[in-house]
């Protein structure tokens, strides 16, 4: 029989990793994390590879080898790195990554037929309520806008060509009669867009070396 047959299994483990008084590197243990989409905690030796770290995370969460890449440091590690040559100590945190494919077709330019919309811009008028009202010869004050319904006293309509507007609860009452006296009159119509220019004719094909 041998003589390591007496001792248990840890026990032999150790005896056989020591040399002289200290264990070697290779039988040290060291605590990394490892962030996929969760953080798994490894329990790994320096002399590990990292290759080993990919096996090790293909076996907790089913990560293709050939698909991962880890990083460390902001640095891809290759496969055949051994952890302690690569800067990875204990409590260290490896990124692993999966490979992607290319990226897709270039999208293809799209011509516009009609002119660009102008966005309405908001003018800034000071003492502007002051036109929201008239004095009369005997001075009485009276009210030029009309008061909103539905959002009550302080909110007034805005007056359109045709309609007035409440731009809080968007509330409209269109003119039946036709429009009255101060009521805006309608913008003159968009002047239509440049016609496209005219195809340019097909130039004569050059004849190729016989």
Do not use: W
């Amino acid at each position: 029989a041998r003589a390591f047959d007496r001792f248990p299994r840890p026990v032999l483990f150790l005896l056989r990793c020591k040399e002289g008084t200290g264990i070697t590197a290779e039988c040290r243990k060291m605590q990394i994390f490892v962030r996929t989409d969760r953080t798994h905690l490894l329990e790994v030796s320096p002399a590990q590879t990292v290759a080993d770290v990919k096996t090790a995370v293909e076996a907790l969460q089913g990560l293709d080898v050939a698909e991962q890449r880890i990083l460390f440091n902001g640095i891809q590690l290759e496969d055949s790195q051994v952890l302690a040559e690569a800067g990875v100590s204990d409590d260290s945190t490896l990124m692993c990554m999966l490979r992607l494919l290319g990226g897709a077709k270039k999208r293809k330019k799209k011509t516009y037929t009609k002119p660009k919309k102008q966005k309405h811009k908001h003018k800034k008028i000071k003492l502007r309520v002051l036109k929201f009202y008239k004095v009369d010869d005997s001075g009485k004050v009276q009210r030029l806008r009309k008061q909103c319904p539905n959002c009550g006293p302080g909110t007034f309509m805005a007056t359109h060509f045709d309609r007035v507007y409440c731009g809080k609860c968007a509330n409209t009452f269109v003119y039946e009669g036709g429009a009255p006296a101060g009521a805006p009159k309608p913008k003159a119509a968009a002047a239509p867009a440049a016609a496209a220019a005219p195809e340019a004719p097909a130039g004569k094909g050059k004849k190729g070396k016989k």
